[in-house]
């Protein structure tokens, strides 16, 4: 059974960084494109950003462009989301998600063609 637990979550002031972890067990990693997601309080979730099984090619949603960086290391099963510029609008708790797609160079935005879920991790950015 697939699994994924996020990490690296918290409180920070604005202008701070954090990096969240996602480690897949079960499955080996490069068999999934990567997706992060986030869902602040009263709002829907909306996806941040993905990144695909191989050739590190990545997709962002434009309010995180510049600031946030997705990276991947298959060979250890962690996927990583580089946030950094942290404004209070990123508060939210913060999801990775794993597609089984068949291309290698490419990640779907979609949220529902994201598979498996992890359990996600509060990041708080305030004053």
């Known amino acids: 059974q697939v699994r994924l637990v996020e990490s690296g979550g918290g409180s920070v002031h604005p202008g701070g960084s954090l990096r969240l972890s996602c480690v897949i067990s079960g499955e080996a990693l490069d068999y999934y494109a990567i997706g992060w997601f986030r869902q602040a309080p009263g709002k829907e979730r909306e996806g941040v950003g993905c990144?695909?099984?191989?050739?590190?090619?990545?997709d962002y949603t434009d309010s995180v462009k510049g600031r946030f960086t997705i990276s991947r290391d298959n060979r250890n099963n962690v996927a990583f989301l580089q946030m950094n510029s942290l404004e209070p609008n990123d508060t939210a708790i913060y999801y990775c998600a794993a597609a089984g797609v068949r291309g290698t160079s490419w990640c779907p935005r979609p949220a529902n063609l994201y598979d498996t879920w992890g359990q996600g991790t509060q990041v708080t950015v305030s004053l």
């Open positions: 990144i695909s099984r191989r050739d590190d090619n990545t």
